[in-house]
C-alpha cells in the first residue's frame, strides 16, 4: 500500500519519513511539480509532491494537476491525503482552524477538468468530492492528536491567484459556505478519474475580506499557514500511521460504467495516453 501526500502553501517539505529516496516521474500529461519524494512510515510508503513546486513556482491556475495526480498514480499511489491554505466564511472559524471538507463549489474557468478529451469522454459521478473513508479518518486522525477539526463543510474554489473582492466574499458567505480556496479543483475530480480515494485536511489562514477591518494579505496567509504547518502533519501522519488496510469505498472502481464513447472510436494515441487510468474499461 502507498499512500500520497499532496502539500499546499506552507507545505513544502515531506513528512517525517525513512529510507527516502526521489523519483522522477514524468507522465503523458508532462512533469509534475517536482520529483517525488518517497518514504516509509510505520510499514506504509508514503509519496509526497509539493502542489505549487518546492519554491512555489506554480499559480493555483498553473500548477501541473494532471501531471502530479498522474505521478502518484504511476508510482503505486491508491490514496491521496493532501492540504490546503483557505480563507474562512464563518466569524467561528478563525486563522489557524483546521477543517475536513465534504463538499466543494466550483468557481474555476481556466483549468483543465479531465485526463479524457481528444475523442474520448467520460462522464463520472462527483456528488461527493472527497472519499467518505478518508474524510472520516482525517477527523478521527485530528481529534487522536488533540488538534480540533471541523467535521465537513463546503470549499467554493475560486480561479485566482488574486483573492476575493469584498462583493464576492459577502456572495460565498450568503450561500451557507464555510471556506474559500483555489486548489481543490481540478485535483479533486481528477483522483476520482485515477479511480484513488481522495480527501483533504484545510488550514484556514485569514477572514478572506469580508470581515470589517479585515485585508487578506501574503504575510497574513505565509504566517498562518506556517502555523497551521505543525498541526497538519501531525494529523495526516498520524492518518497514514492508522490508515485501514482495506478501501471501505466505492473509489477504486469509479471509471466502471462512466466511458460514453466506444472503444472502438477512441484513437489509438488516446487510449495509450489513458491506459493507467482506463485500460481495463478499453
Not at 488550514?203 to 505565509?222: F, N, S
Request: with cysteine.
Amino acid at each position: 500500500m502507498t499512500v500520497g501526500f499532496i502539500g499546499g502553501s506552507g507545505i513544502y517539505e515531506a513528512l517525517d519519513l525513512e529510507n527516502v529516496r526521489e523519483e522522477d516521474v514524468t507522465t503523458p500529461f508532462g512533469d509534475p511539480s517536482a520529483p517525488i519524494t518517497i518514504g516509509e512510515m510505520a510499514g506504509t510508503d508514503v509519496a509526497f509532491l509539493p502542489r505549487h513546486g518546492r519554491d512555489h513556482q506554480f499559480s493555483p491556475t498553473t500548477a501541473p494537476y494532471r501531471a502530479n495526480v498522474h505521478a502518484l498514480k504511476q508510482v503505486g499511489v491508491e490514496r491521496i491525503l493532501a492540504s490546503n491554505a483557505v480563507g474562512s466564511l464563518r466569524e467561528d472559524l478563525p486563522p489557524q482552524s483546521l477543517l475536513v471538507p465534504d463538499q466543494i463549489f466550483d468557481r474555476t474557468s481556466h483549468r483543465t477538468h479531465s485526463f479524457f478529451g481528444e475523442g474520448m469522454v467520460a462522464h463520472m459521478g462527483f456528488a461527493d468530492p472527497y472519499c467518505p473513508h478518508m474524510a472520516t479518518h482525517l477527523v478521527e486522525s485530528a481529534d487522536a492528536v488533540g488538534r480540533d477539526a471541523e467535521d465537513g463543510g463546503t470549499y467554493v474554489c475560486v480561479e485566482g491567484p488574486q483573492y476575493s473582492t469584498r462583493a464576492e466574499s459577502e456572495f460565498f458567505r450568503g450561500q451557507g459556505w464555510d471556506v474559500v480556496g483555489m486548489t481543490a479543483i481540478p485535483e479533486a475530480k481528477l483522483a476520482r478519474e485515477a479511480e484513488m480515494c481522495y480527501a483533504t485536511v484545510t488550514g484556514v489562514t485569514d477572514y478572506d475580506v469580508w470581515k470589517q477591518d479585515a485585508e487578506v494579505t501574503l504575510e497574513e496567509v505565509l504566517e498562518n499557514a506556517a502555523a497551521n504547518e505543525t498541526a497538519i502533519k501531525q494529523v495526516v501522519e498520524h492518518a497514514i500511521e492508522h490508515l485501514p488496510d482495506e478501501r471501505d469505498c466505492d473509489c477504486g472502481h469509479a471509471l466502471e460504467g462512466t466511458i460514453n464513447t466506444p472503444s472502438e472510436a477512441i484513437p489509438e494515441e488516446t487510449k495509450e495516453r489513458v491506459d493507467l487510468l482506463a485500460g481495463e474499461y478499453l
